[in-house]
């Protein structure tokens, strides 16, 4: 099975929500959805579903035009980031459900509900309500429903949004082991790269309604074709400089000149724009080869297993993740340092240019 947006438009008020978006999903293949609030994920969730109709474009199943067809009519499941589970039915009930309203036979729902169980080990809750389970075995509970179905396509809304951290992470570990098991086609939407990154697949990267860039998971994050796909698929937030490269050297925004060396070496003279995440950014001194500027420390937020460094530098807010545990105090002037290595460059137009050959 092949679903297509194809040159897909949808207004809303007289806004466009999203804006002449193609996408092709394959069966057994993941698409992540990532972009920040507002950037159309769910938009386009409920124009493959169905719920919505676009203002121009088509949509396709194995080549066929369905842009008009109701959800009722399409092999279709969605899990929300609410649980939307029947309070009043057991688990094992909530699951069964849609093999009920297919009058599917009593062996055949016994069969495909205890499978869906074992996959999301939910075995021993199969007698409790949803009301007796933890939010995580609430929405385990949710996707064991839409699995269940046999749809063949599976819609995702930020599904671990609700959740403690505890429990999204163990269920981000799952549910790539999950999605391969079923063999339907996934739309997994998210605001978070982390996620994307743990999920894998295919990663849609999105923006006010418009599809950024669209590829390999890892191939999108570690070569953004524009600076915005480089902050969209950053967190924290990345990091930006200006520069100005000339006879040899560079000169970044605040006074700093340096040779240009590393992906700068290569660069035409003029203006450009550096990018570079969290963990590209170092706290030291003395590195050879090493790019470094004064910086002020404004506040320091430790998780345990690291420490993330805010600095103000020149009029700007970078971040740097450190390993392990370090107490800087908030005014503390140290050096941050780039190896012109293991940076993005883009150009004017926020176009890439160069990039770090492996990250």
């Given at each position: 099975m092949t679903v297509t947006l194809e040159h897909v438009t949808r207004t809303v008020d007289g806004i466009p929500a999203i804006r002449d978006v193609s996408l092709t999903l394959e069966r057994g293949t993941l698409s992540v959805l990532l972009g920040p609030t507002l950037s159309g994920?769910?938009?386009i969730m409920r124009l493959l579903a169905g719920l919505d109709t676009p203002t121009s474009g088509r949509v396709l199943v194995d080549g066929k035009d369905v842009t008009g067809l109701d959800v009722r009519q399409r092999s279709v499941a969605m899990v929300y980031q609410q649980f939307i589970n029947y309070p009043s039915l057991t688990v094992y009930e909530n699951i069964a459900s849609p093999l009920r309203v297919q009058r599917r036979p009593r062996e055949e729902i016994e069969k495909r509900v205890r499978e869906a169980a074992q996959l999301l080990k939910l075995e021993p809750y199969l007698d409790r309500t949803p009301l007796q389970l933890s939010?995580?075995?609430q929405q385990r509970t949710a996707i064991a429903r839409a699995l269940v179905k046999g749809a063949d396509l599976v819609l995702l809304d930020e599904p671990l949004a609700n959740l403690d951290y505890k429990l999204r992470e163990e269920l981000r570990t799952e549910l790539p082991r999950i999605f391969e098991a079923s063999g339907a086609i996934f739309v997994y939407a998210t605001t978070e790269p982390s996620e994307a990154l743990l999920l894998g697949g295919r990663t849609v990267c999105m923006w006010e309604g418009e599809v950024l860039q669209a590829g390999d998971t890892s191939k999108v994050y570690r070569h953004p074709d524009t600076l915005r796909?480089?902050?969209v698929f950053s967190d924290p937030p990345l990091n930006i400089v200006g520069i100005e490269k000339h006879d040899g050297s560079v000169q970044y925004a605040g006074g700093v000149k340096?040779?240009?060396?590393?992906?700068?070496a290569g660069l035409g003279d003029g203006a450009y724009r550096v990018g570079?995440?969290?963990h590209q950014l170092e706290v030291a001194k003395g590195i050879a080869g090493r790019h470094a500027f004064h910086a002020t420390v404004t506040v320091?937020?430790?998780?345990?297993s690291e420490s993330f460094v805010h600095?103000?530098?020149?009029?700007?807010?970078w971040v740097a993740v450190l390993q392990g545990v370090h107490e800087f105090e908030p005014g503390h002037v140290l050096d941050a340092v780039l190896d012109p290595d293991n940076v993005f460059v883009f150009d004017a137009a926020g176009r890439l240019v160069a990039a770090p050959g492996a990250m």
């Open positions: 994920k769910t938009s939010g995580g075995q796909v480089a902050q340096a040779p240009a060396s590393g992906l700068y570079f995440r969290a320091t937020e430790i998780t345990g600095l103000s530098r020149d009029a700007s807010n």
